[in-house]
Nanobody, 125 residues
């Protein structure tokens, strides 16, 4: 089992930046990748980005490429999401989750486990 705790959300004006953190504990050694997802009111949860726990390769949704950056600090068991040039449509609850598989990075939510409680990001226009 892995426990994930997100932090760093808040209210920001359009064009601003925020950095989210996701701290992991538990069976860290089993993690293949970490992902960030978001869910806006009335919408389905959507993939944002993911990073390989070992190796560091990344995958991004087209909507956040060039604006968001995922990184990880294995020593701190923490994954970060740096969000720049925020837009009103980025408003959502952001969740992190862990992939325990053995293949490449995936956008599929059902491949991820250990979802955190989420952190609210609100971008005012």
């Amino acid at each position: 089992q892995v426990q994930l705790v997100e932090s760093g959300g808040g209210l920001v004006q359009a064009g601003g930046s925020l950095r989210l953190s996701c701290a992991a504990s538990g069976t860290i050694f089993r993690i293949n990748a970490m992902g960030w997802f978001r869910q806006a009111p009335g919408k389905e949860r959507e993939f944002v980005t993911a990073v390989k726990w070992r190796g560091g390769s990344t995958l991004y949704a087209d909507s956040v490429k060039e604006r968001f950056a995922i990184s990880r600090d294995n020593a701190k068991n923490t994954v970060y999401l740096q969000m720049n040039s925020l837009k009103a449509e980025d408003t959502a609850v952001y969740y992190c989750a862990a992939d325990f598989g053995f293949s490449g990075l995936t956008r599929t939510p059902s491949r991820y486990e250990g979802w955190g409680q989420g952190t609210q990001v609100t971008v005012s226009s």
